[in-house]
């Protein structure tokens, strides 16, 4: 991705989800997701990283 685009989606994403919003509020019981730029994500942040426990030899005799 080139540097800054992934900002400018998430704003676009913002503008469209708030104007879906503005058009049919009664379809929105909350507000619209987090739309702010995070510099890292994880896939499940909850979930312990155990990768250590996980590594196995694969080696193919």
Do not use: F
């Not at 509020?25 to 510099?39: I, L, M, V």
């Amino acid at each position: 991705m080139k540097s800054g685009e992934d900002r400018a989606i998430l704003t676009q994403r913002q503008a469209v989800y708030e104007a879906a919003k503005a058009k049919k509020p009664e379809r929105w019981s909350r507000n619209t997701r987090n739309w702010d730029w995070q510099p890292e994500v994880c896939l499940n942040p909850d979930k312990p990283n155990n990768n250590a426990a996980k590594k196995t030899d694969t080696t193919v005799h």
